[in-house]
C-alpha cells in the first residue's frame, strides 16, 4: 500500500471507523482487496454521482455513489447505518466517492449531486465556518463537521484537480441519480445490492445522458429524508419541494418507445439493459423535448 493509500485509509478509518462510534459507515468497505486494486489516476474527466436516503431522519440510512473513471471502467460503492440522518449519507456518499481517486490528474471531476446541502457546504459555508472555528454565522456548532472536514480534506488531496459541484434534481430521470437513491434505499433498508465494478460498456446504467446544467433551488438547505420526499433533519431545515404536474416515464429500448405510469413499471422494462433510455417527464412539453434528444418525433 503506497503511503497515499495508507493517508486515506487512516483518515476513513477515523471518520467511518466502527460505525457505532462514528459516521455509521456499513456494507462494502473501500479497502477491502477488490477495492484497493481498483484506485487509479484519474488522468481525464471522471463522473461521480453520489445519493443518501434515511428513513425517519434520524433512522436507518443508506449512501451510495457511482465512479466512472477515464479508465473505462464504472464502480459502484454503498454502505448504511442503523441511526443516522440523510445529511450525514449524503456526505458520506460523496466522501467515499471521491476517495477513490488519486491526486495528480489533469481533468477534471463532474460530480452530480441532488443535496444543495452538499453543494453550498463544500463551495460556500465551509469557509466561514473555519474562520469561526466551527461555529455557524448564529455561533452554534456547525453540525456533521467531522464529515465535513473529511470532505474537504478529500477535496484538497484531490488539487489540483477541479470538482465541478453539479446539482441534479432528484427522482428526475437520470439513470446514474436513480440508481444511486436505489442502492442507498436498499441499504437503509439493510437488503444490500449486489454493487457493480467493470467496464462501462457492460453496465446496466445508461451514464451518457448527464444532467444539464440546473441552478441550485431556492428555499432552505435540506436532503431528502425518506424516498420520494424533502425533509429536514436533526441538523438542518428541508427544502421545498416544488410543485409537479401528472407523472409519465418514458423508457426506449430496441427501438420501442414506451410510456409508464410508475417508476416501477419503467424500471422493470429497463433495467439490466445497457443500451436503453428513460426519463420522467412532467408536462407534455419536456416529453416533446426528451423525445427530439433521443432523435424521435413527438408522434412516436
Known sequence: MSFSDFAIKSSLDFIFGDIADQAGIIGHSLYSPQRVSIMVTASKSTVIFTDGACSGNPGPGGWAA??????????????????????????????????????????????????????????????????????????????????????????????????????????????????????????????????????????????????????????????????GSKSGDSYGSGAKSAPSGPVTYLSYLNGVLKRHKTWPECEKQVKGQSNAKFKKVKSPQEERETLASWGLSADA
Open 66 to 227: 457511482i465512479v466512472a473513471l477515464p479508465n473505462g471502467t464504472v464502480h459502484e460503492l454503498g454502505g448504511g447505518n442503523k441511526e443516522t440522518t440523510n445529511n450525514r449519507m449524503e456526505l458520506a456518499a460523496t466522501i467515499r466517492g471521491l476517495a477513490m481517486l488519486e491526486p495528480g490528474g489533469d481533468g477534471p471531476i463532474a460530480l452530480y449531486t441532488d443535496s444543495k446541502y452538499v453543494i453550498q457546504g463544500i463551495t460556500q459555508w465551509i469557509f466561514g465556518w473555519r474562520t469561526r472555528g466551527w461555529k455557524s454565522a448564529e455561533g452554534k456548532d456547525v453540525a456533521n463537521r467531522d464529515l465535513w472536514e473529511e470532505l474537504l480534506r478529500q477535496v484538497t488531496r484531490l488539487k489540483p484537480t477541479t470538482i465541478d459541484w453539479k446539482y441534479v434534481r432528484g427522482h428526475a430521470g437520470f439513470a446514474g441519480n436513480e440508481r444511486c437513491d436505489e442502492i442507498a434505499v436498499a441499504f437503509s433498508k439493510n437488503k444490500p445490492e449486489n454493487l457493480y465494478v467493470g467496464p462501462i460498456d457492460g453496465y446496466f446504467v445508461d451514464l451518457t445522458h448527464l444532467p444539464v446544467e440546473e441552478p441550485l433551488p431556492e428555499g432552505k438547505s435540506g436532503s431528502r429524508g425518506s424516498r
